[in-house]
Nanobody, 117 residues
Framework: QVQLVESGGGLVQPGGSLRLSCQAS????????MGWYRQAPGKQRELVAT???????NYADSVKGRFTISRDNAKNAGFLQMNSLKPEDTAVYYC???????????WGQGTQVTVSS
C-alpha cells in the first residue's frame, strides 16, 4: 500500500509565498509522475502542475511563472513552491503519484491554502 501526505498549507496574504510538500511512503520502488491539483469550494478539482520522473514539468496557465514543481526521487517526495499568491489560489491542494508497474494513481488527503488579507 502507498500513502501520500501533504504538508505546508496555511493562511498567507496576497503576494506571499508557500511551499507545499508531498511525502510518499509504503511499497514504492519508483514513482513515474507526480502532480499537484487543487479544488476550490464549489468548483471541480483542477490540474496545477505535474512533473515526470525525468523532470519534465507542465503547468496550468493560471500558475505559470508563479509556481514551481519539483521532486526528490531519492526521498519519494514532491514539492510545490508557490509565489505571488492570489486570492483565487485559495483551495485545497492535493498531490498525486503514478506508480509502475500498473500505473495506478494515488492521492493524498489534501492541504488547505488560503490567500487572504
Amino acid at each position: 500500500q502507498v500513502q501520500l501526505v501533504e504538508s505546508g498549507g496555511g493562511l498567507v496574504q496576497p503576494g506571499g509565498s508557500l511551499r507545499l510538500s508531498c511525502q510518499a511512503s509504503g511499497s514504492i520502488r519508483s514513482i513515474y509522475a507526480m502532480g499537484w491539483y487543487r479544488q476550490a469550494p464549489g468548483k471541480q478539482r483542477e490540474l496545477v502542475a505535474t512533473i515526470s520522473s525525468g523532470g519534465t514539468t507542465n503547468y496550468a496557465d493560471s500558475v505559470k511563472g508563479r509556481f514551481t514543481i519539483s521532486r526528490d526521487n531519492a526521498k519519494n517526495a514532491g514539492f510545490l513552491q508557490m509565489n505571488s499568491l492570489k486570492p483565487e489560489d485559495t483551495a485545497v491542494y492535493y498531490c498525486n503519484a503514478v506508480l509502475p508497474p500498473n500505473w495506478k494513481t494515488y492521492w493524498g488527503q489534501g492541504t488547505q491554502v488560503t490567500v487572504s488579507s
